[in-house]
């Protein structure tokens, strides 16, 4: 088995299809076919489940995609380094973030380009486990996310610790305090970040409530804060969401402190245990210093 059927591999995965992987590949399929049936035979598994419509990869074709790609995306980083002599181009970077830090990270671009780093990027969005899985298997060489993630292949460098706040419509009464406490929303409906429930950060405002003694009326989550603020703003509901995506549209609404003390959700840059290139490590420092929540 060599370095092509790694390629051969990798493709029939993505596509699906052992035909137009074939066709992408500038091979004909029935060659393809036999690699990937030799690939099984070498490896002493089956990797594939052939069907009518295409294939499906089994576990352990799963596994072996996990190893594989980083290893092709290294490969081809290699050969656009080789093919730019001069390094006017330090690497093709993909970002993995959460949707809120979208403005975020552009200034962090902005800042590294004005130090002329020239790198081009590709950003991914998606929640915290999604932006975990994406860096860990080597879709993505970066990441920004919440914490804690739980995984031991990966390094991660704190950003900042990211508090809670109550978001409210112009309209409401409760905007005229300087924090808004438990008992102030006793029997109102909340809107909170879906998944929240289960993060620390949020088991922390449940705690505040029961605290008080008052049972937290949670009518629903949203996928995202934007959508959060929209629900506010156009319904019936009061926003609980980390502040650093509550100002991306607060045209008709109010940012609140929320409880005696803060809540904080700590937010990192993550990266792969043995990542070894360069434009990564240098770009993970860069971000670590211009996306840092003050």
């Known amino acids: 088995m060599d370095f092509r059927n790694f390629k051969y591999f990798e493709a029939v995965a993505r ?3 052992i035909t137009r992987a074939a066709k992408e ?17 070498n490896l002493g598994v089956m990797l594939f489940e052939r069907h009518k419509k295409g294939v499906i990869l089994t576990e352990e074709g799963k596994l072996l995609l996990q190893k594989v790609t980083p290893i092709l995306r290294q490969y081809h980083e290699l050969l656009g380094y080789l093919s730019d002599p001069q390094n006017l181009v330090m690497g093709n970077i993909t970002l993995a973030i959460l949707p809120v830090f979208s403005a975020t990270i552009g200034e962090a671009l902005a800042h590294i380009w004005s130090e002329n780093i020239n790198i081009h990027f590709s950003i991914k969005e998606g929640h915290s486990k999604t932006i975990v899985s994406l860096v860990q298997s080597g879709e993505a060489h970066l990441g920004i996310t919440r914490l804690p993630i739980h ?3 990966l ?19 409760l905007i ?10 006793k029997g109102r409906p909340l809107v909170l970040i879906r998944g929240s429930t ?15 003694k008052i049972k937290p009326t949670i009518i629903g989550h949203t996928e995202t804060v934007l959508t959060l603020l929209k629900m506010v703003k156009h319904g019936p509901g009061i926003g609980l969401a980390p502040q650093s995506g ?7 609404l109010e940012i609140v402190p929320f409880g005696e003390s803060e809540i904080y959700i700590p937010t990192a840059v ?13 770009l993970k420092n860069l971000i670590t210093k211009y996306c840092a929540i003050k």
Request: hydrophobic share 30%; net charge negative; charged share 25%.
């Open 15 to 17: 596509l699906g299809n």
């Open 246 to 252: 509550c100002y991306q549209s607060t045209d008709g």
């Open 270 to 282: 993550i990266w792969r245990q043995n990542e070894t290139n360069p434009t990564v490590l240098k």
């Open 151 to 153: 995984n031991t292949e």
């Open 25 to 41: 590949l500038n091979m004909s399929q029935p060659p393809l076919s036999q690699q990937i049936l030799n690939m099984e035979n």
């Open 198 to 212: 289960t993060h620390s950060a949020f088991a922390q405002i449940v705690q505040r409530f029961e605290e008080a």
């Open 176 to 185: 005229a305090k300087e924090k808004i406490l438990p008992r102030d929303l």
């Open 155 to 173: 390094n991660y460098s704190i950003l900042g610790n990211d508090p809670i706040r109550v978001v409210l419509r112009k309209d409401d009464p």
